[in-house]
C-alpha cells in the first residue's frame, strides 16, 4: 500500500513565502499606481467645474446691463449734485406751450377785464398791470407744469436705471456666491482626495513591510 509522504515544512514555507511576496507586491503595486481607481474627488472637481458655466447664463446679462449703466447714471447724480441749475436750465430749454395754455390765458385775461369794467378801471394803467399779472401768472404756471412732468419723467427714468443696476449688482452677488461654493466645495474635496491618497500610501507602505517581514523568516529555513 502506497504512503502519502506530505513534507508541510515545505509547504507551510511555500505558503509563508508567496503570503509574504503577495502582500508586498500588493503595496508596491499601490505604490506606483498600478490598478488604482479614479480618484473620487477628481471626478466630483470635474462636475463642480460644470456649474459656473451652466450658471453662467442665467446671471450675465443682468450683470452687463448693470455695469453698462451704473457709470451713466453716476455721472447724471453727480450733475445734478454738482450742478442742479444748470440741469434745471437745459430742462427748461425743450419748453414748449401746453395746448390749452391760450385758451386758459384768453379767459383769464377776459375775467380781468370784466373786474377792471365793473370796477370802472378798463383801459387804465391799473387794467394794464393786472393783465400782465394775470398773463405772467399763466404763463409762469405753464413752464412749471411742463418743468413737473419733465422731472417726473426723469425720476422715472433714473428708477428704472438703479433698477437695473441693483439687479446687476444682486445678480453678481448671487454668482460670486456660487463661484465662493464652488471654490469650496473643491477644496473640501481636494482635501478629502488628498488625505485619502496619503491614508492609501501608508496602506501600501504597510502592506510593502508587512509582506517583507511575513516572507523573510520562511527564506532562511
Do not use: C
Amino acid at each position: 500500500m502506497a504512503t502519502n509522504n506530505f513534507d508541510y515544512n515545505t509547504i507551510f514555507k511555500n505558503l509563508g513565502i508567496a503570503g509574504g511576496i503577495g502582500s508586498g507586491l500588493s503595496g508596491i503595486a499601490g505604490l506606483f499606481g498600478l490598478g488604482k481607481g479614479k480618484n473620487p474627488a477628481t471626478e466630483a472637481n470635474n462636475y463642480l467645474d460644470q456649474i459656473p458655466g451652466q450658471t453662467n447664463p442665467y446671471y450675465q446679462d443682468a450683470i452687463n446691463r448693470g455695469q453698462y449703466t451704473a457709470p451713466n447714471q453716476q455721472a447724471l447724480y453727480q450733475q445734478l449734485a454738482n450742478n442742479p441749475g444748470e440741469t434745471f436750465n437745459k430742462l427748461g430749454e425743450g419748453y414748449k406751450e401746453s395746448p390749452g395754455y391760450q385758451f386758459k390765458l384768453k379767459q383769464g385775461l377776459g375775467a380781468a377785464s370784466n373786474a377792471s369794467a365793473q370796477g370802472g378801471t378798463l383801459g387804465t394803467p391799473f387794467h394794464q398791470e393786472n393783465a400782465t399779472k394775470v398773463a405772467e401768472g399763466y404763463a409762469d404756471q405753464d413752464f412749471m407744469d411742463y418743468m413737473n412732468h419733465i422731472l417726473g419723467i426723469m425720476n422715472t427714468g433714473l428708477t428704472g436705471q438703479e433698477g437695473i443696476v441693483n439687479r446687476g449688482n444682486e445678480a453678481g452677488q448671487k454668482y460670486a456666491d456660487i463661484l465662493g461654493n464652488v471654490t469650496g466645495q473643491k477644496a473640501q474635496y481636494g482635501y478629502a482626495g488628498e488625505e485619502g491618497e496619503n491614508k492609501g500610501k501608508a496602506n501600501n507602505w504597510s502592506d510593502l513591510f508587512s509582506g517583507l517581514s511575513s516572507a523573510a523568516p520562511w527564506l532562511f529555513m
